[in-house]
Each structure stands twice: as C-alpha cells, then as structure tokens.
C-alpha cells in the first residue's frame, strides 16, 4: 500500500522539481490531474461494487476446497 502512494506522489512531484527540466518534464495541467483522480476512483467504486454484486449471488453454504 505504502510503496503505491510513494509511487503515486513521486510519479506527481516529479514534474514539479526543478531537476524535471534535465528530462524534459512539464506538469500536467490541474484538470487533467483532477480527470485523472476521478476516473480511477469511479473504477475503484465500479470494481467493489461488482465484486459485491457477484460474490452475494454466489451460494454462501457452499465450500470449496479454495475457500477452506
């Protein structure tokens, strides 16, 4: 969890730094950073969301051997 979030930050500071010149770095621009945040998290809610929905229509009385 922790390595994702340093990840994430590292992956949106970079731009940022006075070194990203060196690179050839430009930030993005506020909307497509805010685009960004929501379009993963509208997939995080979809995905519960689904595994939800599939996991209630399974039998809950019944055992596998990958469920034991």
Do not use: C, H, N
């Amino acid at each position: 969890l922790w390595s994702g979030i340093a990840t994430r930050a590292m992956a949106i500071a970079l731009p940022l730094l006075p070194i990203a010149g060196v690179f050839g770095l430009v930030p993005l621009p506020p909307r497509i950073v805010v685009a960004i945040i929501a379009i993963t998290g509208m997939y995080v809610v979809v995905s519960e969301a689904s595994k939800r929905f599939f996991y209630r229509r399974m039998d809950p009385g019944r055992r596998t051997q990958a469920t034991r």
